[in-house]
């Protein structure tokens, strides 16, 4: 079993099943998050008894860094997993501090038809101690201290719910890494059951919906989901979200060149999301050979961004930093494996 899967209460209660006291987890949690072992053995405050005993239960593994691709302010990560499986993170070094966006899934079976990562279907969930690991593994590779978490990397992170709910607070624990939940971000592109059990978590993790289309029907041909769940329950179910949390929403729209980048778009999307405690991330695609999408042009993304703000729409466009790496979800575990 991977000790980086355990919560503090998990191990607590661990250690009260074997007759030793609970306070043992934070020992425990402090040697694994605070001093980043990555062995048992290491843990000197800890009785060898016991040491034999977690070593008999648990392990203490690391994803395995197979490649990087270093660009200006970005580093991409392939890592590959205990079973041969390879999912991907990205670092992101901004003025506020060092947000990486992780993989919650090998592969994804959204099946949006933009995504690299919808064209190779999903392998496995994540356990959230893989998903933890990718974490640590950048920071020992790197150097550097990660401040910020996006759920946004392989994976749809509401098809793997129960995982992504333990990861969340073993990050944002005190004894764990401590990240605050206002620096984690979780995206879906509108799991509405899902949504509906995370509004009642009443977490203050940021929650973020890949939208992409202002109408059912634009939105159908590229994201399967909407043949699921439209729309109308989607906005529906996300106003529900922001009345019980107060927190506000981001709506993630990758503009594709004539396809969803049109002033009529634009208009759509503001009345759309018009009254809501919302933004919209305009995000500049990143093409693949694999898919048949292109990026819309400069000219266009601010002319689309121009509409949203007169219409008084909170917009922003995301900094670009994927055109300097593989950076689109799953284009460099795809590289990657088409060269072995």
Not at 181 to 199: L, N, W, Y
């Given at each position: 079993m991977d000790i980086y899967s355990q919560s503090l209460q998990d191990l607590e209660n661990y250690f009260l099943d074997i007759g030793e006291k609970k306070f043992k987890a934070v020992q425990v949690y402090d040697w694994l998050y605070r001093k980043k072992v990555t062995s048992f053995e290491?843990?000197?405050?800890i009785k060898k008894t016991i040491i034999e005993k977690l070593k008999q239960d648990f392990k203490i593994t690391l994803p395995s860094i197979v490649k990087v691709q270093n660009g200006k302010e970005v580093n991409k990560y392939l890592f590959e997993l205990s079973d041969k499986e390879r999912v991907e993170a990205v670092l992101m070094l901004h003025d506020y501090g060092n947000s990486l966006c992780l993989s919650t899934e090998v592969g994804c079976n959204m099946g949006c038809a933009f995504c690299e990562s919808g064209r190779r279907k999903k392998v496995r969930n994540l356990e959230a101690g893989e998903m933890v690991g990718q974490i640590l593994a950048v920071m020992q590779s790197s150097g550097l201290k990660v401040t910020h978490v996006v759920l946004m990397g392989i994976g749809e992170p509401f098809d793997n719910y129960d995982n992504v709910l333990k990861f969340i607070k073993i990050i944002n624990s005190d004894y764990g890494l401590a990240l605050g939940a206002r620096h984690i971000t979780v995206?879906?592109?509108g799991?509405?059951?899902?949504?509906k059990e995370f509004t009642k978590e009443k977490l203050q993790v940021n929650l973020a919906i890949s939208l992409h289309a202002p109408n059912d029907n634009l939105r159908s041909k590229i994201m399967?989901?909407?043949?699921?769940?439209n729309i109308n329950e989607l906005i529906k179910?996300?106003?529900?979200?922001?009345?019980?949390?107060?927190r506000r929403v981001t709506f993630e729209y990758v503009l594709l060149k004539d396809v969803n980048d049109s002033e009529k778009c634009a208009h759509e999307l503001a009345n759309l999301l018009r009254g809501m405690n919302c933004y919209v991330n305009l995000i500049p695609y990143n093409a693949t050979s694999h898919l048949e999408f292109k990026r819309a042009d400069k000219k266009t993304i601010l002319k689309f961004y121009d509409i949203l703000k007169k219409e008084k729409i909170g917009v922003t466009i995301r900094r670009e930093f994927g055109t300097e790496v593989s950076a689109a979800c799953g284009q460099l575990r795809s590289s990657y494996e088409e060269e072995l």
């Amino acid at each position: 079993m991977d000790i980086y899967s355990q919560s503090l209460q998990d191990l607590e209660n661990y250690f009260l099943d074997i007759g030793e006291k609970k306070f043992k987890a934070v020992q425990v949690y402090d040697w694994l998050y605070r001093k980043k072992v990555t062995s048992f053995e290491e843990m000197s405050n800890i009785k060898k008894t016991i040491i034999e005993k977690l070593k008999q239960d648990f392990k203490i593994t690391l994803p395995s860094i197979v490649k990087v691709q270093n660009g200006k302010e970005v580093n991409k990560y392939l890592f590959e997993l205990s079973d041969k499986e390879r999912v991907e993170a990205v670092l992101m070094l901004h003025d506020y501090g060092n947000s990486l966006c992780l993989s919650t899934e090998v592969g994804c079976n959204m099946g949006c038809a933009f995504c690299e990562s919808g064209r190779r279907k999903k392998v496995r969930n994540l356990e959230a101690g893989e998903m933890v690991g990718q974490i640590l593994a950048v920071m020992q590779s790197s150097g550097l201290k990660v401040t910020h978490v996006v759920l946004m990397g392989i994976g749809e992170p509401f098809d793997n719910y129960d995982n992504v709910l333990k990861f969340i607070k073993i990050i944002n624990s005190d004894y764990g890494l401590a990240l605050g939940a206002r620096h984690i971000t979780v995206s879906t592109c509108g799991i509405i059951p899902k949504i509906k059990e995370f509004t009642k978590e009443k977490l203050q993790v940021n929650l973020a919906i890949s939208l992409h289309a202002p109408n059912d029907n634009l939105r159908s041909k590229i994201m399967k989901i909407n043949k699921v769940y439209n729309i109308n329950e989607l906005i529906k179910v996300v106003k529900d979200y922001i009345k019980v949390t107060n927190r506000r929403v981001t709506f993630e729209y990758v503009l594709l060149k004539d396809v969803n980048d049109s002033e009529k778009c634009a208009h759509e999307l503001a009345n759309l999301l018009r009254g809501m405690n919302c933004y919209v991330n305009l995000i500049p695609y990143n093409a693949t050979s694999h898919l048949e999408f292109k990026r819309a042009d400069k000219k266009t993304i601010l002319k689309f961004y121009d509409i949203l703000k007169k219409e008084k729409i909170g917009v922003t466009i995301r900094r670009e930093f994927g055109t300097e790496v593989s950076a689109a979800c799953g284009q460099l575990r795809s590289s990657y494996e088409e060269e072995l």
